[in-house]
């Protein structure tokens, strides 16, 4: 069965300070994973996902995942974080089956 | 605009009433999806939609639950008599393929009191 974990709850950052937000998936077939970012009071925003080739992802308003087969991960990075970056985000992974499989959320708190 | 409308945005209602949730998704997209998201939790899946088929319904999807899409275009979501533990956002998604990935509406907050 396909698992999703996101290892940190909530991730305290200073402004403008990189970030890595963990993800780790299980499966046994075929993957493909995505990152999503969900603002309060609001639906689920898509910010890259993997499919295949590469294995560093480059999405929306500068975040990037490196998907690495060997430590079953899929890490979201930010090199500069901004205020309005505060969010929860949320790691999701599919694979023979037709829906996502979503980790617990990572809470990132940007502090000026 | 994310393309999906869900509605209501809010529903507060008493245990044991009946209450049904709408979403209407992008019509090119085939597949709908309909979640639950508790606070502080990740979405947990709860029914998906081809077309009009519903082809899959999670076992958190009790007798209570009932979700419908005619003829392939919007989706009702009805929960009956209500329970406190029913109180949770519920998210409708969208997707043309199985690896496009999801296009989601705002949700649905049900609180039951």
């Known amino acids: 069965a396909q698992s999703v974990t996101q290892l940190d709850s909530q991730v305290p950052v200073f402004e403008e300070a990189p970030v890595e937000l963990r993800c780790n998936y299980s499966s046994s077939v075929s993957v493909y994973l995505f990152w999503y970012v969900q603002y309060p009071n609001q639906g689920l925003q898509l910010l890259l996902k993997y499919l295949s080739g590469s294995t560093l992802v480059k999405g929306i308003n500068g975040f990037e995942a490196e998907f690495n087969k060997s430590q079953t991960s899929f890490h979201l990075r930010k090199p500069s974080v901004h205020i309005s970056d505060t969010a929860e985000y949320f790691c999701?992974?599919?694979?023979?089956?037709?829906?996502?499989?979503f980790g617990g959320g990572t809470r990132l708190m940007v502090k000026p | 605009d994310t393309g999906v409308s869900q509605n209501p945005r809010h529903k507060i209602t008493k245990r044991g009433q009946n209450v049904t949730f709408r979403c209407d998704p992008i019509s090119e997209h085939n597949r709908l999806y309909w979640y639950r998201q508790t606070l502080g939790q990740g979405p947990e899946f709860l029914t998906y939609?081809?077309?009009?088929?519903?082809?899959?319904k999670s076992r958190l999807l009790s007798d209570r639950f009932s979700a419908e899409r005619p003829k392939g275009s919007f989706s009702t979501l009805e929960i009956q008599r209500t329970e406190q533990g029913d109180s949770a956002m519920y998210l409708c998604?969208?997707?043309?393929?199985?690896?496009?990935?999801?296009?989601f509406g705002s949700g649905t907050r049900l609180t039951v009191v």
């Open positions: 999701a992974g599919g694979g023979a089956g037709n829906m996502l499989t």
């Open positions: 939609f081809q077309n009009e088929a519903q082809l899959e």
């Open positions: 998604a969208n997707s043309p393929s199985a690896n496009y990935g999801y296009t």
